[in-house]
């Protein structure tokens, strides 16, 4: 089934290190996402990429990192987790970045750092 | 950053019609209004998107009055397994290459028997 694939599932870090979520779309979508997701917060958008090989900042960018080099792969990285960054991230496609573009979400990475 | 405000928390029953209203203020003429249904341990699922009036598919209706500041998503006849949280989201405009999209905090849908 086509769709978005976030690896791993879970995590337990220790705070300082570094860590890199995966995500994976075989829907040829333009634009991907990245959100985390906070109880109370709802979803906050942390790097967007509209197209392989350019990426931009959402809401809260501090702290992490994207690359897009293809258009299959949108990694997401903590160069050194603090507690702070505990959560449930959410990886997300579209066909392009408009807004008439609904979004196809995978089923999350549930990150505790410690 | 076009922010958008929905209430906390909605309670009903089965068989009733549930409606939540988004506020969205500041959306830009270009931005679509979509919505999204959200089950514990899941990713959000689209429902809905519309950008101007009225739209129906077969789970939900949207409708957007003139002035597009605010859209109210209506779930015909609930059900028990329609309990999730419902997210309603606008783009933000910041340039033309340049397009930033924000959820708002949600609103928990809670369907009793």
């Known amino acids: 089934i086509a769709g978005i694939t976030q690896a791993p599932t879970s995590q337990i870090l220790a705070a300082g290190r570094r860590m890199t979520l995966r995500c994976t779309q075989d829907?040829?979508?333009?634009?991907m996402y990245w959100y985390r997701q906070d109880l109370g917060l709802g979803l906050r958008l942390i790097h967007y990429s509209n197209t392989a090989g350019t990426t931009g900042k959402g809401e809260v960018p501090d702290g992490y990192s994207v690359s897009r080099a293809n258009t299959d792969d949108f990694p997401l990285t903590l160069a050194s987790a603090v507690p702070s960054q505990t959560s449930v991230y959410f990886c997300?496609?579209?066909?392009?970045?408009?807004?008439?573009?609904?979004?196809?979400f995978g089923d999350g990475t549930r990150l505790s750092i410690l | 950053l076009a922010k958008t405000t929905q209430p906390i928390s909605m309670d009903s029953y089965e068989g009733q019609e549930v409606n939540i209203t988004c506020s969205h203020n500041?959306?830009?003429?270009?931005?679509?209004i979509t919505w999204y249904q959200q089950f514990p341990s899941q990713g959000p699922r689209f429902i809905i998107q519309?950008?101007?009036t009225k739209v129906t598919n077969e789970v939900a209706s949207l409708f957007i009055p003139a002035d597009r500041k605010s859209s109210t998503l209506s779930l015909p006849r609930v059900s028990l397994s329609d309990t999730a949280v419902y997210y309603c989201?606008?783009?933000?405009?910041?340039?033309?290459?340049?397009?930033?999209?924000?959820f708002g905090a949600g609103t928990t849908v809670t369907v009793r028997a």
């Open positions: 829907m040829r979508h333009n634009a």
């Open positions: 997300a496609s579209s066909e392009t970045g408009n807004s008439n573009q609904p979004q196809h």
């Open positions: 519309g950008y101007k």
């Open positions: 500041n959306i830009a003429t270009n931005d679509y």
């Open positions: 989201l606008v783009g933000d405009k910041r340039s033309s290459n340049d397009y930033k999209l924000s």
